[in-house]
């Protein structure tokens, strides 16, 4: 079982496309669901702490393999 | 009288936003480290684009494909377009803007606005039956044109998905080239040529990066700035840039290589 609900591969996009599209698909979410991203821009990490820290969503987790990262982030 | 849905008039902005000198257009622009607008990115808007709810702050960053950041596509492709600065009409018109001023093939993006927004229901500053063509709309009952996600499931009920998706987009293609005299006149009335507005774009994006960068390693939490567009060359004027070790002025003539400094 995936521990996400909706992926969003945000591969190929340069800041602030990641965030926005992020957004994007956690407001057609519902509260509690997880979304994952997998982005390529290295700014997209400072850029999710802060978007889920003025969201109050949640950043279950980041992590980095190679040239990606990944983020799981709970909708509040 | 009432300017057209995503249409702006460029002589209609407050000076506060946008104003004509002898050297060129003056876009005043605001940085922060942070911004509270439910997005909470690093970077810069347009100051007549602040309190746009759908308005992102961005970075230096360009595209992987287009030479171009996000806030230089806002300034010239729509606020100097004469172009609204969010909303999905807007969009389609500074789209077709971008691709003529970056050589970029923008299906894409109209495909993806398609897929994400439009074929549920959703369209920023329009009802969606009033953002279709009308032609879509003739057989589907008007009990169903005013909830955009059941407009979107009669649509796909008669047409397939893929008639659907392959008619939406070229929507998209036909209100971005509903802009393109509107841009033209835009440019012109604000004394820029078209025929520059590749080499302005790169000029614009070399003194957003240069500036960008010594704003990202400095750590400065907010600055106000001035963009100024010429034909010949273009500036960002920081204010107080002092304050954080910054020029007060950073300028490059379009279609010179930027010196080193």
């Known amino acids: 079982m995936p521990d996400f609900d909706m992926e969003l591969d945000a591969r190929g996009l340069n800041c602030p496309l990641p965030i926005l599209r992020a957004k994007k698909s956690i407001n057609a979410m519902n509260a509690g669901q997880v979304l994952r991203i997998i982005a390529t821009d290295p700014g997209s990490v400072k850029d999710f702490e802060a978007f889920c820290k003025q969201t109050g969503n949640e950043l279950l987790a980041t992590s980095q393999d190679g040239g990606e990262y990944q983020f799981n982030i709970r909708k509040s | 009288m009432q300017a057209a849905l995503g249409f702006r008039d460029v002589y209609a902005y407050p000076a506060a936003h946008l104003s004509l000198t002898l050297e060129g257009v003056r876009v005043p622009v605001s940085y922060r480290n942070t911004w509270c607008d439910g997005f909470g990115a690093r970077g810069w808007k347009l100051d007549v684009s602040r309190s746009d709810p759908a308005i992102i ?15 230089v596509h806002d300034l010239l ?22 691709g003529e001023r970056t050589g970029s093939d923008i299906r894409g993006d109209y495909l993806q606005m ?5 074929r549920h229901g959703h369209v920023n500053r329009e009802p969606l039956s009033a953002f279709l063509p009308a032609a879509l709309l003739t057989d589907v009952p008007a009990d169903k044109q005013a909830d955009g996600r059941g407009l979107m499931q009669a649509l796909q009920a008669q047409l397939g998905e893929v008639e659907l998706e392959r008619r939406l987009v070229r929507h998209f293609f036909t209100l971005g080239e509903c802009g393109k005299r509107h841009a033209q006149d835009s440019w012109r009335l604000l004394g820029l040529k078209t025929s520059r507005r590749t080499l302005i774009g790169l000029t ?9 960068r010594r704003v990202e390693e400095r750590g400065v939490e907010q600055l106000q700035a001035v963009f100024i ?5 273009c500036a960002l004027e920081v204010e107080r840039g002092n304050a954080f070790g910054l020029r007060k002025r950073y ?6 290589a930027w010196p080193s400094d």
Do not use: C, K, Y
């Open chain 2, 57 to 71: 702050a961005s970075t230096r960053v360009t595209g992987e494909r287009i030479p171009t950041s996000v806030l």
């Open chain 2, 77 to 98: 492709d729509h606020l100097l377009s004469g172009f609204d600065a969010s909303g999905h009409r807007a969009e389609a018109m500074a789209l077709v803007q971008l």
């Open chain 2, 114 to 118: 398609v897929r994400e927004d439009v």
């Open chain 2, 204 to 212: 614009l994006q070399r003194v957003l990066s240069a500036v960008d």
């Open chain 2, 229 to 233: 567009v010429g034909n010949e060359q």
């Open chain 2, 251 to 256: 300028t490059s003539r379009v279609g010179e």
